[in-house]
């Protein structure tokens, strides 16, 4: 009991001193040689062609997507650049071959099962890509070319940190990509007709930066560097190749679901809607929940003819981890919309009821997925990176609240079951580890707090510590400063209850996403054991 509260007040505390803003962290930067980027260690070359004839003779995976959505039709032209420069090669050439490295040693790793030598072999050359690419993009200027090399470059950084959980990071690299995009005409009609192939390739690589721009936008509360006003091209990608219908339909989702994200946080969460009375937010969600709906269904279709294709053509699993993940995503952002309906009159708990059914069937979703990449610590770490900490994973908050606020049993079990499942991860990355000891933090306190409310009936001498369980969770933005006025959130007349509804949302909401943005801080003084640096 001492114990979660003592953890709980460190993390009211930390919460209390975290900067409102993270510079860039890479880590495993390298300091640049005399001769330039040129001069850092580079995986075997032999190794690479090999495994670049591989990949050609092999069914597709998710090096070869990565490929495909960034619009890199030639990596090993630009890998011969890298290893045999005739000429100079740019900064962002560097970039792309080592994040095209990284994701080829990635996945050659995750396929690699019953040869461990082989396995750690791959494992070294993909850290050898990871201190290149963290070394260069530390370094890349303020002031880039207006290039489709460019934003490739950023783009490709921007998955590699999104990859190893920096989403902070992939702010930076990512809004670097919009404005050049947008400088630079991609995202308008007369900018984009004079070379049709080109045309295609810069429609491919500002919709991929619009994508991860509104997913990054809701999950920082920031507002979205590109506006969907300022956009004149169709929203379509223009995919050739292999599996390009239904790799259309899936990014055509995607775009769907991007859309959303930005007008979730336009019209729910951020400070102008937040300044709005609460009938407005709960019509406004409402709708937004219908238009979820749609994409969810339209999803559904789309991500199941392209497994079905994928399953057809003995594609990577590292692509099915990707794909399926796109509906704990949707769930999560439909339980945050359902987060801004009020409970109606005289209930016990500030969620609806819809809110609460979407968190337990996201939980339930994120289950199925975890049964997928149980295997591989390299695939459940992608898997949560994307899915569980990119978009903020409402459910495990809705879920905990709920808890704290009617003591239920069925959504305790679920919390420690999340939990568990994450706990899982723990030995993947520094940041599984630090969102497995967050969640076990939070399961636990759920679990000692509905003991001590329980007991507080009969024993007088407990109502202190539920009081101070009381007083950190207000601070975390996870419990009501005022449940006093919480009867009257039915009631249109009662402006002071309408107030506090709406500051108890928007407390819920940053308090959330603070306790994510700990994990790219050192909670190390919380306990257990601190995991070298990534």
């Known amino acids: 009991m001492w114990e979660a509260l003592a953890n709980l007040r460190q993390l009211a505390e930390l919460q209390s001193r975290q900067s409102i803003s993270h510079g860039p962290r890479f880590p495993l930067q390298q300091p640049i040689p005399k001769g330039g980027l040129g001069q850092l260690p580079m995986p075997p070359m032999d190794i690479v062609v090999n495994l670049l004839k591989r990949v050609r003779a092999s069914p597709p995976g998710l090096f070869t997507f990565v490929c495909y959505f960034i619009g890199i039709s030639d990596f090993s032209n630009l890998c011969r650049m890298v290893y045999f420069p005739t000429d100079d090669f740019s900064d962002s050439t ?24 082989l396995k750690d072999e791959f494992a070294s050359h993909l850290y050898t890509s990871r201190i290149n690419l963290e070394t260069a993009l530390a370094n890349m200027s303020l002031f880039m070319s207006t290039k489709i090399e460019t934003v490739q470059a950023l783009l490709m950084g921007t998955l590699y940190t999104i990859d190893v959980c920096r989403p902070s990071v992939a702010w930076h690299l990512n809004c670097a990509a919009a404005q050049i995009c947008q400088t630079a005409g991609f ?97 406004r969600a409402r709708l937004l929940a219908a238009k979820c709906r749609r994409v969810e269904a339209e999803s559904y279709q789309s991500r199941e003819m392209a497994l079905s294709s994928l399953e057809k053509i003995g594609a990577s699993p590292l692509v099915d981890v990707h794909l399926k993940g796109d509906e704990v995503q949707l769930l999560s952002t439909m339980t945050l919309i359902y987060r801004a309906v009020p409970a109606p009159e005289g209930s016990p708990t500030r969620f609806c009821q819809e809110c609460i059914d979407t968190a337990r069937k996201a939980c339930h979703a994120h289950f199925t997925c975890m049964d997928l990449v149980r295997k591989d610590p390299h695939a459940r770490a992608i898997y949560v990176h ?28 679920l919390l420690k079951q999340f939990s568990a499942s994450i706990e899982e991860t723990s030995d993947a990355s520094e940041t599984m580890q630090k969102l497995s000891r967050l969640c076990n933090i939070m399961s636990n306190v759920a679990a000692l707090y509905v003991e001590a409310k329980s007991q507080q009936v009969e024993d007088q001498a407990m109502v202190p510590i539920g009081d101070e369980f009381d007083v950190y969770l207000s601070q975390l933005g996870l419990m009501p400063v005022m449940d006093s006025t919480m009867g009257n959130a039915g009631d249109p007349n009662a402006e002071f209850g309408e107030n506090t509804q709406v500051n108890q949302m928007a407390d819920w909401m940053s308090g959330s996403r603070n306790l994510l943005g700990l994990l790219e801080q050192d909670i190390s003084q919380i306990g257990g054991v601190q995991w070298p640096p990534m």
């Open 94 to 117: 560097f970039i792309i071959v080592n994040v095209g490295l990284y994701y080829l040693f990635l996945e050659q790793h995750h396929l690699t099962v019953d040869n461990k030598p």
């Open 187 to 283: 995202h308008r009609r007369d900018l984009s007709t004079r070379n049709p192939e080109e045309a295609d390739i810069k429609a491919i690589l500002f919709w991929y930066t619009y994508t991860t721009d509104k997913a990054l936008a809701l999950r920082l509360g920031r507002a979205p560097a590109i506006q969907d006003w300022e956009i004149t091209i169709p929203r379509t990608f223009s995919f050739d190749g292999i599996l390009s219908l239904e790799t259309k339909a899936v990014a055509g989702t995607w775009l769907n679901a991007a859309t959303l994200q930005g007008q979730v946080y336009e019209q729910l969460f951020c400070p102008a809607a937040l300044s709005q009375p609460p009938a407005v937010l709960a019509e």
């Open 386 to 413: 994307w899915n569980l900490v990119l978009t903020p994973f409402a459910p495990f908050f809705v879920l905990f609240g709920y808890v704290i606020e009617t003591s239920s049993q069925e959504d305790l079990q």
